[in-house]
């Protein structure tokens, strides 16, 4: 059974910084691309970031390149996504999932095994 675990949500000042992280209890993690994904209320499900499986690649959305980073060390079977520069707009849950359909990072049809989510707020 694959569980995934985020954390690292809150409230924050716009301008502010969080980092998010996500667990994940995966056989052979490094085998698997992760993504973050955020969703807020009354929008569709947005893609955030994703790495490969070995870190050597990294893929963002447009509304969060030079903003966000995602990294992950498989030793710990964790992915992080550090924000920095956060606006209100980033006000959302924020979900890490499990790449495993497919070859495309960007949509979540691609995913499977995600978790609970996290909730991120960002104050004007």
């Known amino acids: 059974q694959v569980q995934l675990v985020e954390s690292g949500g809150g409230l924050v000042q716009a301008g502010g910084s969080l980092r998010l992280s996500c667990a994940g209890s995966v056989r052979t993690f490094s085998s698997y691309g992760m993504g973050w994904f955020r969703q807020a209320p009354g929008k569709e499900r947005e893609f955030v970031a994703a790495i490969t499986g070995s870190g050597g690649m990294t893929y963002y959305g447009d509304s969060v390149k030079g903003r966000f980073t995602i990294s992950r060390d498989n030793a710990k079977n964790t992915v992080y996504l550090q924000m920095n520069s956060l606006k209100p707009e980033d006000t959302a849950v924020y979900y890490c999932?499990?790449?495993?359909?497919?070859?495309?990072?960007?949509?979540?049809?691609?995913?499977?095994?995600w978790g609970q989510g996290t909730q991120v707020t960002v104050s004007s």
């Open positions: 999932a499990v790449r495993v359909f497919g070859n495309t990072y960007y949509y979540p049809t691609s995913y499977a095994f």
